[in-house]
């Protein structure tokens, strides 16, 4: 029975630093559209004070195309908001796997700590210490 509990505990620890990984990409993704929003922000409002008629240049796919600013604007607004909407799932996503690392947290409290450590009792004297007492 000793060896069952070992391994459930192993199983727990292990599905819980996976979703501790799964959130921190999710994270760092997040950053990372966030990031490209801003700089689409950046170039929108240079463009929105620049005359409607000057050239304007967009990378697309690779590939860099010349247009002018009152044909990109709209472009660039696009997909600013198609950054936003992806921001929201993503962020949705991070929400999901929050949950789920704290329906394991509190399932096996004794198991896993909010940092996905195990938590090891030892006995003395009929006192209980953790690692750090």
């Known amino acids: 029975m000793a060896e069952t509990d ?12 996976e979703l501790n990984n799964q959130q921190a990409n999710v994270v760092m993704l997040f950053y990372n559209i966030a990031e490209e929003k801003r700089q689409h922000d950046l ?8 005359s409607p008629d000057y050239r304007a240049w967009r990378i697309r ?4 195309t010349e247009t002018v600013v009152k044909e990109a604007i709209p472009d660039i607004e696009k997909d600013i908001q198609q950054l936003a909407e992806r921001m929201e799932k993503v962020n949705g996503e991070a929400k999901k796997i ?8 509190e399932k096996y409290e004794g198991i896993v700590n909010a940092k996905g450590k195990v938590e090891e009792k030892k006995v003395e004297a009929g006192t209980e210490k953790g690692l750090l007492a």
């Open 61 to 64: 796919n690779g590939v860099l």
């Open 43 to 50: 170039v929108l409002e240079a463009l929105k004070t620049s």
């Open 6 to 17: 070992k391994g459930e505990k192993a199983k727990v620890i292990e599905e819980y630093k």
């Open 98 to 105: 929050q949950e789920q690392m704290k329906v394991l947290e």
